[in-house]
């Protein structure tokens, strides 16, 4: 674990549909007219050109939080609370839930994906999402976090039983980087060469997400974007102050 505070990107991914559950809970009429954005917290902006996905826990506590008149996120009550102190609500350290639910509501809902070759994508479950890391949500950058990719595997392999369908999780990985030992498709090549199965195998995905993060990280050039051509160690603050500027992501800390 990271001693002094971790620097992450909160990543705004604005509600472009909202799935059958979020339908019946009327999110909509409860929000007072405000834009919904799902907020994702990253390590890795530089990879959001190549979303296929977004996940939640559906089993972790999430709510509504009401920034401004105009705008409100979808995150923990922990993440909202951080946000308050952190001077991203309209006023510092003020705290304004709108509703609270589970994740499970939230899968198959679709939302923008800013920078990404995919513009919309599908919210999704994953079972290790950790309610006390981040926002609660996570990107899902197939090509890039061996998380993802195995997490997309067993989506794929037993849908009804997580509950989506099948097309939602059919998305290929999309290639964002390029190293010169592992190609264009970092994860799903360390999740064949050491052999994980699944999500359940979280030793081994500690592993490969450590080779993936400092291989992409030192050695890969960027494939795609404004930055196409740049070493992945330059591209990565720039392409997160883009995204700042464009008004689709802030500095998040803790
Ligand atoms: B990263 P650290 Cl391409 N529970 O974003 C589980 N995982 C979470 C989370 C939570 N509550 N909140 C964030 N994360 C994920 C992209 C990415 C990430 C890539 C490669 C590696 C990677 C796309 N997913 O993370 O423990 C998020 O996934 C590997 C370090 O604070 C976030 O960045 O170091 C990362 O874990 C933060 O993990």
Redesign the pocket.
């Known amino acids: 674990?990271?001693l002094g505070p971790?620097e992450?990107t909160a990543v705004k991914m604005e509600v472009a549909e909202w799935g059958a559950a979020a339908q019946s809970a009327s999110i909509p009429d409860k929000v007072g007219g405000r834009k919904i954005f799902l907020v994702?917290?990253?390590?890795?902006p530089e990879?959001m050109y190549?979303q296929t996905n977004c996940f939640v826990?559906p089993t972790i506590k999430y709510g509504v939080f009401a920034m401004n008149d105009k705008e409100a996120f979808i995150c923990t009550y922990r993440a909202a609370r951080n946000m308050a102190f952190q001077g991203i609500t309209q006023s510092r350290g003020e705290i304004n839930q709108l509703m609270e639910f589970d994740g499970s509501i939230l899968v198959g809902t679709r939302v923008k994906a800013p920078f990404a070759i995919h513009p919309e994508v599908y919210v999704l479950p994953?079972e290790?999402?950790?309610?006390?890391?981040?926002?609660?949500?996570?990107?899902?950058?197939p090509?890039?976090?061996p998380?993802?990719c195995a997490t997309l595997s067993d989506l794929a392999k037993k849908p009804a039983f997580y509950g989506i369908e099948a097309s939602w999780a059919a998305i290929p990985p999309v290639p964002v980087l390029s190293t010169p030992t592992y190609g264009d498709l970092i994860?799903p090549a360390l999740i064949k060469s050491m052999k994980i199965q699944s999500q359940k195998d979280v030793k081994q995905l500690a592993e490969a997400?450590e080779i993936?993060?400092k291989e992409?990280f030192y050695n890969g050039v960027m494939l795609v974007g404004e930055f196409k051509g740049m070493k992945v160690e330059e591209a990565k603050p720039k392409v997160r102050e883009r995204m700042i500027e464009a008004e689709l992501a802030m500095a998040y800390a803790e």
């Open positions: 674990e990271a971790q992450y994702a917290a990253t390590l890795r990879t190549g826990g994953m290790n999402v950790l309610p006390t890391k981040g926002t609660g949500v996570v990107t899902s950058v090509s890039d976090s998380d993802d994860a997400k993936a993060y992409g």
